[in-house]
């Protein structure tokens, strides 16, 4: 269901390059519909209505602290409307649909208000295979299917950096990769979803091309320093992110929808909000908030396998093709987080920002060790790219060939291992690494 809205003047000011896309408007905001209670009722289809664009937009499932039990459902729509609901029902049964208000609020910006709809539901059953649609008074969406979480198995797609000009090179990117991997149960995005945050053309423009596989598999976003930007490229707060994603709860709610962290199988997986530099002006305690909420969430998971999303990366590396030298070594975000990534023993570190795929091997104490996490930067998946601009760093272990051009990626997760593997949009495998024994 794709987010198309109804053109507004301020539009007209999208650049060329993405406006090749289509009239893509913002994602729409506003009264608030009070929480109540999960409600059954019977099956009556056949007298509503259908949604259209307006009625339901961008209509997306959200991953949640656990899977097994609960998913977040959100969607958009040009108007207010009274009584948004989330309906859903076990697979085929026709007899008991299952009914949530939705939580609705409008969000202005970019010159455009939409209205954001959501609704957390929070008692299914694991391992099930369930229907929802979303809708308003006598309009509804279509059935659309998705799976709760059960065992420790599991596929997840990795995209890097999404951030385009034009955009049909992520669709180029992503929707061949869903296509190949329908039996992904979420998939990731490792921030720049897009290339300038308040601008409402480029966010339909994303929510277009990932609209098959985020209304059937839960997205996990990362902020990436793109998404602080407002039309200017000045920064500002990720607002339009911060409202368009509604994530796993925290207790330090100045932060929410910044940093969290949600359990999939064994693994524990902790996302990180790296923009403390473009931040600092309007969130000047970020690292140090974020820091005791890492040791706090770490020390209390149970979980085998841990996994850091963050989209800066931790290594730093020196131009190959600019006048101004810099030395490799490590990034201020990485003098930051690996020796508490070592503490706390994570497995693996995924990170992206630099648009190039490199496998750094294991590294400790800031230097190769195969006791310490993997370190994977995840590459590109848009049309930003940087060739030749960055050299070797010592600690590469792999360097996708160059010159580089888009990638995606897979996780495959059992009791047992981790393996990542890294792919071009044709499917053709660039490299495979897998983690097999626990530290």
């Given amino acids: 269901m794709k987010g198309k809205y109804k053109k507004i003047a301020a539009a007209v000011?999208?650049?060329?390059?993405?406006?090749?896309?289509?009239?893509?408007?913002?994602?729409?905001?506003?009264?608030?519909?009070?929480?109540?209670?999960?409600?059954?009722?019977?099956?009556?289809?056949?007298?509503?209505?259908?949604?259209?664009?307006?009625?339901?937009?961008?209509?997306?499932?959200?991953?949640?602290?656990?899977?097994?039990?609960?998913?977040?459902?959100?969607?958009?729509s040009d108007y207010a409307e009274d009584g948004a609901v989330v309906e859903y029902r076990k697979a085929g049964n026709d007899d008991t649909i299952m009914q949530l208000p939705?939580?609705?609020?409008?969000?202005?910006?970019?010159?455009?208000?939409?209205?954001?709809?959501?609704?957390?539901?929070t008692d299914l059953t694991p391992g099930t295979s369930y229907e929802y649609r979303v809708g308003y008074g006598d309009k509804r969406s279509a059935?659309?299917?998705?799976?709760?979480?059960?065992?420790?198995?599991?596929?997840?797609?990795i995209f890097p950096d999404s951030q385009s000009s034009d955009y049909s090179v992520w669709a180029a990117t992503a929707k061949p990769a869903w296509q190949r991997n329908q039996d992904a149960q979420f998939f990731i995005n490792m921030g720049d979803l897009v290339d300038n945050g308040q601008d409402h053309y480029q966010w339909n423009a994303w929510f277009d091309v990932v609209s098959e596989m985020i209304a059937r598999i839960p997205v996990v976003p990362l902020i990436g320093n793109h998404e602080t930007y407002d039309k200017d490229w000045k920064v500002r707060m990720p607002e339009a992110y911060l409202h368009l994603f509604s994530l796993p709860k925290l207790d330090q709610s100045q932060y929410q929808n910044q940093y969290y962290s949600f359990d999939y199988g064994d693994v524990h997986f902790v996302v990180l909000n790296t923009q403390s530099q473009e931040l600092k002006d309007f969130e000047p305690n970020l690292d140090a908030d974020?820091?005791?909420?890492?040791?706090?969430?770490?020390?209390?998971?149970?979980?085998?396998?841990?996994?850091?999303?963050?989209?800066?990366?931790?290594?730093?590396?020196?131009?190959?093709?600019?006048?101004?030298?810099?030395?490799?070594?490590?990034?201020?975000?990485?003098?930051?987080?690996?020796?508490?990534?070592?503490e706390y023993g994570v497995d693996a570190v995924l990170s992206a920002h630099l648009h190039t795929y490199r496998d750094r091997g294991h590294i400790k104490?800031?230097?190769?060790?195969?006791?310490?996490?993997?370190?994977?930067?995840?590459?590109?998946?848009?049309?930003?790219?940087?060739?030749?601009?960055?050299?070797?760093?010592?600690?590469?272990?792999?360097?996708?060939?160059?010159?580089?051009?888009d990638n995606y990626m897979t996780l495959d997760a059992s009791e047992d291992s981790l393996t990542f593997r890294s792919f071009l949009p044709d499917g053709q495998l660039l490299e495979e690494k897998s983690i097999s024994s626990h530290k």
């Fill in 143 to 157: 059935w659309t299917p998705f799976q709760t979480a059960q065992g420790n198995d599991f596929k997840a797609l």
């Fill in 365 to 405: 104490n800031f230097q190769r060790d195969e006791s310490g996490p993997l370190y994977l930067i995840t590459g590109v998946a848009g049309n930003v790219q940087y060739p030749g601009l960055w050299k070797q760093h010592s600690l590469d272990e792999y360097v996708a060939p160059q010159p580089e051009t």
């Fill in 13 to 76: 000011l999208a650049v060329a390059a993405v406006a090749s896309l289509g009239a893509y408007n913002f994602l729409p905001g506003t009264k608030t519909v009070a929480k109540a209670g999960v409600k059954a009722t019977k099956a009556a289809a056949s007298h509503y209505l259908s949604t259209d664009s307006v009625d339901a937009a961008n209509v997306r499932q959200i991953i949640t602290a656990d899977s097994t039990t609960s998913r977040t459902f959100m969607w958009q």
């Fill in 290 to 342: 974020e820091v005791a909420w890492f040791k706090e969430d770490m020390a209390k998971t149970t979980k085998k396998w841990k996994i850091v999303l963050m989209h800066k990366d931790p290594l730093q590396y020196g131009f190959a093709n600019r006048p101004e030298p810099r030395a490799e070594g490590f990034s201020p975000e990485g003098q930051l987080w690996m020796p508490l990534f070592d």
């Fill in 102 to 121: 939705a939580e609705s609020k409008d969000f202005s910006d970019d010159g455009v208000t939409t209205y954001i709809h959501t609704a957390t539901v």
